[in-house]
């Protein structure tokens, strides 16, 4: 057995995850290094949910009677949770979302019809990175589409991080927004937000980073980025479905539009006009998603009571050895950095001219879950020139042994293909 150090006590904490115990083809246990694409959950948050449905399940926040008042104090109680969790200095900054998608995607459309001096318009730049998800990528293409602004982007380096050779030519004094991840979910990269906010700040651009990779990882403290706006979505950090995060400056979410209208976001409604009500609920149209928030909070008590610091040095050392160890595999090439310094726990590979999508599926008759495909984020592909990767990724739970497994299996992979 490899011993690390800096890990967690895995033996213990996959007992909280009843999916890992599941046998799959022919009596194998899983594998699962897919948490990149979602996290399992442990049996905290399940628990959590179950509670919820079976014994406070109400709307919230216009009941008077006694259930409705405790789904109102569990579903408020985790946007408190999450607002410690990240270090906000407000939790009214804390919007639910239904995912980090449209967590971006509410902030383009607030931007594409605020007033000045928040407005996007044909006169301004909007700046992406080449390495970003689609979910930072076409919303930004829509609003460039429908209000005229230049789309921008910081192109990749060989050695997977952001070109940033020409920072000054690509945020100019005509950029009004910078959106760009903080970890790459195919690089696995982490990127220099200091440079980034810095020249931001030199132009009075606002900042909105994309946190769904790093917010299950490692510590994220929302005043020390500096940023304007930061997405992250629950499913990836031990969370159910259904349930995003958009955290936004208190100043700018009382001067910018709501992006839905309904229910619940407003304060009068005539048949004229209506008025709205301040942030968060301003922008949390309709009933929330109440269930899926109780869980989130309990996910945030799972993590919080483990430690972000001791999860993110768990991760480092998996990361480090699962590189170490790939890059024994004769003919397979890490599409991202290959040292554990400065990336995250996701890493992505091709296996010499076999294609992604067989080595997925010769490796499931093993029982081990990796992802194949683009992982949506088919500009990076293109920049490589390869069609798809395989993408292994870790989490708190994750082992060496299943690193080994992994290239076991990988080692078979190359027997069946010849």
Known sequence: MTILPGLLDTEAIRKDFPLLDRVVHDGKKIVYLDSAATSQKPRQVLDALNEYYERHNANVHRGVYTVAEEATALYEGARDKVAAFINAPSRDEVIFTKNASESLNLVANMLGWADEPYRVDHETEIVITEMEHHSNIVPWQLLSQRTGAKLKWFGLTDDGRLDLSNIDEIITEKTKIVSFTLVSNL????????????????????????????????????????????????HK???????????????LLEDLPPFLGGGEMIETVSMHSS????APHKFEAGTPPIAQAVGLGAAVDYLSAIGMDKIAAHEHAITEYAVKRLLEVPDLRIIGPTTAEDRGAAISFTLGDIHPHDVGQVLDEQGIAVRVGHHCARPVC?????PATTRASFYLYSTPAEVDALVDGLEHVRNFFG
């Open 237 to 251: 950090m031990c969370g159910p479905t259904g349930i995003g995060v958009l955290w936004g400056r208190q100043e």
């Open 382 to 386: 293109l920049r490589y020139g390869i």
């Open 187 to 234: 690089l696995g990269t982490v990127n220099p937000v200091e440079a980034i906010v810095r020249r931001a700040q030199e132009v009075g651009a606002l900042l909105c980073i994309d946190a769904s990779q790093a917010a299950p990882h490692m510590p994220l403290d929302v005043q020390a980025l500096q940023a304007d706006f930061v997405a992250f979505t629950g």
């Open 275 to 278: 008025t709205y009500a301040p």
